[in-house]
């Protein structure tokens, strides 16, 4: 059976779900998204992913058509209608079709909702551990867009895919614009040093995932020390362990960083730990 996608409030089969080519959505990235995981039946962590969307709109100025409460129930009536218990939600707003010119003033926002499934890497990867590099491009400077907004302007963290890609890795580490670490293309970062859980703070210049913030609590209640502390590479290099997170990648650990390798060359104990306590998490 065909997915269907939410448009504004109507329900489309994939083939026919469609926008306007004036959408300043397609002509500038102008707009916002969010990327939810469904396990079995529930929305993971919703409120708090639609109470992020709400502020990156409200940091670009773009008011959403309708309220939270409205966008959590058309969320899970669009998973309901899609017949998924476990699957990624791609929450995407757009400023809307528009003039071929940069203002917004005409455009008419469009809330879309697509229910499929995603696999980020390879199952076997989770299983020896990811290589990434450092890519040459920042991620943005705090006084452009703020990383803080997750908005449909991506292309430096896809640059820095793409740098990552032809060097033969699958991520690449995002440094800030003073050279410390701030996260991946797609994921927050952590590292483990001396029993310590440490990962940079949001003012490090990283979106505050989702899936970072729960593994911070993951880490409080297994009595791992936790810490929101500038990092390095330096700090990644001579790590004993490292790993990302994020709603599509979910827990996944790093064990070579350009060209060094993290800790034993395999995933850590206390990765393999909190990897397994999120999926238990998550599923119950
Ligand atoms: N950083 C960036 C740049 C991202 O795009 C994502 C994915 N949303 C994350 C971090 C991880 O955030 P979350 O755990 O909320 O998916």
Do not use: W
């Not at 810490?227 to 490292?242: G, N, P, W």
Request: neutral net charge; charged residues 25%; glycine residues 8%.
């Amino acid at each position: 059976m065909s997915n269907l996608i939410y448009i504004n409030g109507k329900l489309f089969p994939k083939e026919e779900a469609k926008v306007s080519v004036y959408d300043h959505g397609l002509l500038y990235g102008d707009g916002v998204f969010e990327g939810i995981r469904v396990y079995s039946g529930k929305v993971f962590r919703h409120e708090q992913h639609i109470e992020r969307l709400y502020e990156s709109a409200k940091a670009i100025a773009l008011e959403i058509p309708m309220s939270p409460a409205e966008m959590i129930k058309a969320v899970e009536d669009t998973v309901k209608a899609n017949n998924r218990t476990d699957g990624y939600i791609r929450l995407v707003i757009t400023r809307g079709p528009g003039s071929l010119g940069l203002d917004p003033r005409k455009c008419q926002p469009q809330v879309i909702i697509i229910v499929d499934g995603i696999s980020l890497y390879p199952p076997e990867l989770y299983e020896s551990g990811l290589k990434i590099i450092t890519s040459s491009l920042i991620r943005n400077h705090p006084n452009t867009l703020s990383p803080r907004i997750k908005s449909l302007n991506y292309l430096n963290n896809i640059m820095a895919k793409i740098e990552a890609i032809r060097a033969g890795c699958l991520e690449a580490l995002m440094l800030n614009h003073k050279g410390e670490v701030a996260e991946c293309t797609g994921d927050n970062i952590f590292i483990l040093k001396k029993g310590v859980l440490k990962t940079p703070p949001p003012d490090a210049g990283i979106l505050e995932g989702v899936t970072r913030n729960v593994v911070l609590e993951l880490a409080q209640q297994a009595k791992i020390p936790t810490q929101e502390c500038t990092l390095t590479r330096h700090d990644l290099y001579v790590a004993d362990e490292c790993f990302l997170t994020g709603t599509a990648a979910e827990v996944i650990a790093v064990t070579d960083i350009d060209g060094r390798t993290i800790g034993t060359g395999k995933p850590g104990p206390i990765t393999q730990e909190l990897r397994r306590r999120f999926m238990e998490y998550a599923r119950s």
